[in-house]
């Protein structure tokens, strides 16, 4: 099971259970399950409203992630990240630090969501 921890200038921080394994539950539900403001609009990764900053915790090496065709387009577009640095995460398997809360299914590993 793994740990989020949210974080936000304008609230406490709240650190909730993320079920390892589930391919469902994005960062944005677990918020919403949860109580957490993070703000969005569509809830499908088109707007970038929910785009939060991960940081990876504990011991391990972080885990890449797969973004989809859409979150990189507005992640780019936001200039959230470079094309160098996109293409560095596919090649090297590397988690981007800024996702998009309504794509971001966490894995088994604890992380620090600053919205």
Aim: hydrophobic share 35%.
């Amino acid at each position: 099971m793994a740990l989020i921890t949210f974080s936000s200038p304008e609230y406490k921080d709240k650190t909730v259970y993320a079920v390892a394994g589930s391919f469902t539950e994005t960062v944005l539900k677990i918020a919403k399950t949860n109580k957490i403001p993070i703000q969005f609009s569509c809830g499908d990764g088109e707007c970038g409203t929910c785009v939060v900053k991960v940081t990876q915790l504990g011991d391990k090496a972080p885990m890449g992630y797969h973004l989809e065709e859409k979150e990189k387009t507005v992640l780019l577009e936001l200039g959230k990240i470079t094309k160098s640095e996109m293409e560095d995460m596919i090649v090297n398997d590397l988690p981007s630090k800024w996702r998009l809360a309504c794509q971001f299914i966490p894995r088994d590993e604890d992380v620090f969501v600053e919205y």
